[in-house]
């Protein structure tokens, strides 16, 4: 049986893709093997987010090019969409393929294999209108299922290449979500994450259809336990989504909402499209509609031009915000994007002085909204064995709906199941609690 092994760089939506190609793989015959061992197919899927990430790509392309040099290098992803003859010119690349056309890979291998001559089947991702169909019905070692939902970006964001390596928005056809919903409750999930390039924006291509009504009726879904959307921009949660968020039972009660900077004047720098009152106003309107609920945001710090004051800004609103907790990033310019050729770029050392000052920030918050729920009872679904420096045995953890990490003692044939967990302890990265009783779901839905 021939043998493929996979690499993933970057997001989550690369994450899901290569859990795609993996299907396809699987019906061609193939056999898959870890990254580390020899195999006759190497698969890497590549980020090009940042320079780093074209740099990170090149590496573990090489990487696989020396383990097995009779091997078939095949790179895509979003390295492979944007620098096609850069990525070909790495000796050793076979096959190079865009964030398009994954469903020709093997056909793609096997002309390969007959001409032994390199293959570049890129295409211009900007002319692509239609949404890339890839069937997922189980992940390798996961209880919380991806159902990607849509694909591409039109914000042109002045920081970010991805428009240009995954073309303008495309929606998944809501009959091909549901049905990919359904089978993943059939496989087992009950918990579903809609997830995508510029997830919020599902539907804005379609006629009389949006995420408002995608998520009404994935509330239909009979099983499915919880709905969570990925990431969603402010702009885009409209009073219809609020409105879901208020009604549905299975909606999880954590939106992962991107601020990127907290003053105005750098947002307009951005292009963002929303100020920073706005985006204040949207999450009052969700927690008032959703007691309780973890907002989880990404902040750029040291975009070119940012001042003292402007930071100094930005960090008041985020106090006045109090998220659950804050991915923090230092502004890292990306070749080909207007910001990188903008005046007054940051010094190195600012920009890490103003991201730990920001991680301290989203730490004392983390602790702050765990606190909340002391001695509350959580509905759980454990998603694998833990282990720490103690060396106490039989520990679990997994996520409660507003995306605390509860870590309990149990057993291992409650993984992919919905338990219920005191929680006994906060923490900034996890919670402990206690296991009380695995619940009876048929019971609960009946």
């Known amino acids: ?75 895509t992803g979003c390295y492979a ?30 002309e390969y294999r007959s001409h032994r001559e390199p293959i570049n089947a890129v295409k211009n991702i900007m002319k692509t209108r239609q949404f890339e169909e890839l069937e997922v019905p189980d992940f390798t070692d996961r209880t919380r299922a991806s159902l990607k939902i849509q694909e591409g970006c039109n914000n042109f964001c002045t920081f970010c290449i991805i428009p240009w390596a995954r073309g303008l928005m495309r929606s998944r056809d809501p009959e091909n979500v549901l049905e990919q919903a359904r089978k993943l409750v059939a496989g087992g999930y009950k918990e579903i994450v809609l997830t995508g390039i510029h997830t919020g924006g599902y539907g804005e291509d379609l006629e009389h259809y949006n995420l408002a009504k995608l998520l009404r009726d994935l509330d239909q879904v009979e099983g499915l336990q919880r709905i969570r959307i990925s990431s969603i921009e402010a702009s885009q949660i409209t009073d219809e989504v609020i409105d879901v968020l208020r009604s549905s039972d299975k909606m999880c009660r954590h939106l992962h909402i991107p601020l990127q900077a907290g003053d105005d004047q750098v947002l307009k720098r951005m292009r963002r499209k929303y100020t920073v009152e706005e985006y204040r106003k949207k999450i009052e309107q969700i927690r008032e509609a959703m007691p309780g609920v973890a907002i989880t945001t990404d902040v750029i710090v040291g975009f070119p031009g940012e001042t003292r004051e402007l930071f100094e800004n930005g960090y008041q609103f985020i106090q006045d915000i109090q998220f659950a907790e804050m991915h923090v990033f230092p502004y890292s310019k990306r070749t080909g994007t207007p910001a990188a050729k ?12 103003r991201v730990q000052r920001l991680i301290q920030l989203s730490n004392h918050f983390s602790l702050e909204y765990s606190k909340q729920f002391i001695g ?41 199941k919905m338990v219920r967990i005191r929680l006994d302890e906060p923490g900034v990265e996890f919670c402990k609690g206690t296991f009380l009783r695995e619940l009876d779901l048929a019971a609960l839905t009946s």
Not at 22 to 32: E, P, R
Not at 82 to 106: C, F, K, M, Y
Not at 342 to 352: D, R, S, T, V, Y
Request: aromatic content about 8%; charged content about 25%; some cysteine.
């Open 376 to 416: 509350d009872v959580l509905d759980i679904i454990p998603e694998s064995a833990y282990s720490d420096d103690s060396g106490e045995q039989n520990l679990f953890y997994g996520y409660s709906d507003n995306y605390l990490k509860v870590i309990f003692k149990g057993t291992p044939d409650l993984i992919g």
């Open 342 to 353: 903008f005046e007054h770029q940051i010094p190195e050392e600012i920009k890490n002085e």
């Open 1 to 75: 049986m021939p043998t493929v092994a996979f690499q993933t760089l970057g997001c989550k939506v690369n994450h899901y893709e290569t859990e795609a190609i993996w299907q396809i793989f699987k019906q061609g015959g193939y056999d898959q093997v870890p990254y580390e061992e020899d195999s006759d197919v190497y698969v890497i899927n590549t980020c090009t987010v940042t320079n780093t990430g074209d740099k990170k790509s090149r590496q573990v392309i090489r990487r696989a090019v020396r383990r097995n040099p009779e091997a078939i290098v095949v790179v």
């Open 81 to 110: 969409q944007t620098s096609p003859a850069e990525v070909a010119n790495i000796p050793g690349v076979d096959i190079v393929l865009g964030t398009q056309g994954r469903e020709q890979l093997l056909s793609l291998i096997e």
